[in-house]
């Protein structure tokens, strides 16, 4: 009896940007008398810090600084269509809504700046909140002033709409017979090595350490990006090795019926979390963004699975890999004829036996 | 009966056998104690009572007659965060924000009896709250960095852009 280290690896890609149609957002930005910005979107920020992330985008398109801008979200009156805060779409397509309602806003606020200089819009530009002639900074006014200008001067509102929505990628063109387009806008990409140490007597396996790597395409705010890959970290951790629905499925007689009888990873079976950020931008997101949310908890599982098979010789194929799965695995590995003929693959026991490195069992003589 | 809520004295009308969790949420409308798994199992709800963090889904009104409550709203205001709040704030440490209040509610008990500030004690002492969202890992910096101690849950490489160079870490990538 003895506790096994073991290492595995795990790659996985990741589709974002559904190119399904049916799949809009839109948003509409207006600035106050003052410079200051009013975002309305109707992405939900349900924690993956769209809010912050929408509202950076605005910022930079616009070049106005980050704490003028409002970002109205919770409204239903006010906001816009956005199909909501799914399929990793957030900021890889209401970010793209965000962005050229910011684009057209900011082209709007050349125009007025343009009367107030007397110079052609096309020779501004503008940045932290002040627009000022190419190649002349001495000629420049604060977004501010542009804002007052157009209030009570030229009698216009700065302001601009904008609306996203993936072009429509049919799975076969019904008369070229072929795929124009691929389905998704944008694909992420992502790996993760995960050590364990797994108790033979017990079956415990123990998550001691996740290394993940994600291409994030661009990362508009990186800390916020490794908040959501720690978490997914967690949640993958939890998938691997704890969480389930229904442990005797399709009998859905065991089911957790409350908060207590789930099992969900605790802060005490953190294991060490290395996160690597890799920036491969996209054509398709705003400033090359992609979408990881829901990518954040896959590579995991199958990387905790790899590791177990490392540490004690066994595939275990079902997850989550609970210490009664380890010790089936372990006894099918030790003793693999049952009633005469070779294992397989065990539905009883919903572990596969073709362990070995996946050579098939000797039946012996 | 009577309460001390955030510094303000009040008087309970719910029924003795009322959950502290439901008195301060539906009689006092103090929201940020959670009704999370209202079995004792998550956290959302914590609060202090006379100091000390209780969980207040499990406890009758009537048992904490004549005590002193906070919530999140007593640690300290938007103007002027208390030290957990501020290291919660800096370091990211909440997302959805449901686990939060009981989060910084248990976290400021730790550090108001001295908590060490090292990664176990602070999984230790946590480790009945439950957070879907962070994966724990900036929370226990967050905790660590307000105790003074060392942000130790993870190694991290930053994004490498123009010339920066990546922290060190054995084994990662050149
Ligand atoms: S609501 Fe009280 S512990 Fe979950
Ligand atoms: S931040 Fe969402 S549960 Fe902790």
Redesign the interface.
């Given at each position: 009896m003895a506790i096994h280290k073991g290492r595995g690896i795990s790659a996985i890609e990741y589709p974002t940007g559904m190119n399904q149609n049916g799949d809009p957002s839109q948003a509409w930005i207006k600035m106050k008398p003052d410079g200051r910005v009013d975002v309305f979107s109707g992405t939900a920020d349900?924690?993956?810090?769209s809010k912050t992330i929408q509202s950076q985008i605005v910022a930079d398109t616009l070049g106005v600084p980050y704490d003028w801008v409002t970002y109205d979200n919770s409204n239903t009156d006010s906001s816009p269509v956005c199909t909501g805060t799914f399929a990793s779409r957030a900021t890889f397509v209401a970010g793209m809504a965000v962005k050229k309602a910011a684009e057209n806003a900011r082209t709007k606020l050349l125009e007025i700046a343009g009367k107030e200089l007397e110079i052609d819009p096309a020779d501004l530009e503008v940045a932290d909140g002040e627009v000022v002639a190419k190649g002349a900074p001495q000629k420049k006014i604060s977004v501010a002033d542009v804002a007052v200008a157009a209030t009570w001067t030229h009698g216009e509102l700065i302001t601009g709409t904008g609306a996203h929505l993936n072009p429509y990628a049919p799975i076969v063109d019904s008369e070229t017979g072929r795929v124009e387009l691929p389905p998704h806008a944008a694909i992420s990409y992502a790996a993760c090595a995960a050590e364990v140490e797994v108790d033979d007597e017990t079956g415990n396996v123990r998550v001691t350490r996740l290394v993940q790597c994600f291409d994030v395409g661009t990362?508009i705010n990186?800390?916020?990006v490794?908040?959501q890959i720690?978490?997914?970290?967690?949640?993958g951790l939890g998938l691997g090795v704890l969480e389930n629905c229904y442990p005797y499925y399709p009998s859905v007689e065991h089911r957790g019926g409350?908060?207590?009888s789930y099992l969900?990873p605790?802060?005490?079976d953190?294991p060490?979390?290395?996160?690597?950020?890799?920036?491969n931008p996209s054509a398709g997101g705003p400033y090359g963004a992609k979408g990881i949310g829901e990518m954040a908890n896959n590579p995991q599982p199958p990387a905790i699975a790899a590791a177990v098979y490392d540490a004690i010789g066994v595939w275990v194929t079902e997850l989550p890999i609970t210490p009664e799965r380890v010790l089936r695995a372990l006894e099918a590995k030790a003793e693999p004829r049952r009633e005469g003929k070779v294992v397989i693959f065990d539905e009883e026991l919903s572990v596969n036996s073709v362990s070995n490195g996946g050579m098939r069992f000797e039946v012996p003589a | 009966m009577r309460l001390t809520v955030n510094g303000i004295e009040r008087g309970i009308e719910s029924a003795p056998l009322t959950p502290l969790l439901y008195v301060l949420r539906e009689e006092l409308g103090i929201t940020s104690p959670k009704a999370?798994?209202q079995?004792g199992?998550?956290g959302a709800c914590t609060v202090l009572v006379d100091g000390e963090a209780r969980r207040a889904c499990l406890l009758a009104v009537a048992a904490v007659d004549g005590a002193e409550i906070t919530t999140v709203e007593g640690l300290g205001a938007p103007e002027a965060l208390s030290a957990i709040q501020t290291a919660f704030h800096e370091h990211?440490a909440?997302?959805?924000?449901f686990c939060t209040s009981g989060m910084l509610i248990a976290a400021h008990a730790y550090l108001e009896h001295g908590g060490s500030g090292e990664r176990e004690s602070?999984?230790?002492t946590?480790?009945?709250?439950?957070?879907?969202?962070?994966?724990?890992?900036?929370?226990?910096d967050a905790v660590a960095a307000a105790a003074g101690g060392e942000i130790t849950?993870?190694?991290?490489?930053?994004?490498?852009?123009g010339e920066e160079s990546p922290v060190e870490?054995p084994g990662?990538?050149a």
């Open positions: 349900i924690g993956n810090g990362a990186p800390t916020l490794e908040g720690e978490g997914g970290a967690v949640q409350q908060f207590g969900a605790g802060m005490e953190l060490q979390v290395d996160t690597i950020i890799i920036e | 999370g798994c079995q199992g998550c990211y909440a997302q959805c924000g602070i999984q230790e946590l480790s009945g709250h439950v957070c879907r969202c962070t994966g724990y890992v900036k929370i226990i849950s993870r190694q991290k490489w930053l994004p490498q852009t870490v990662a990538p």
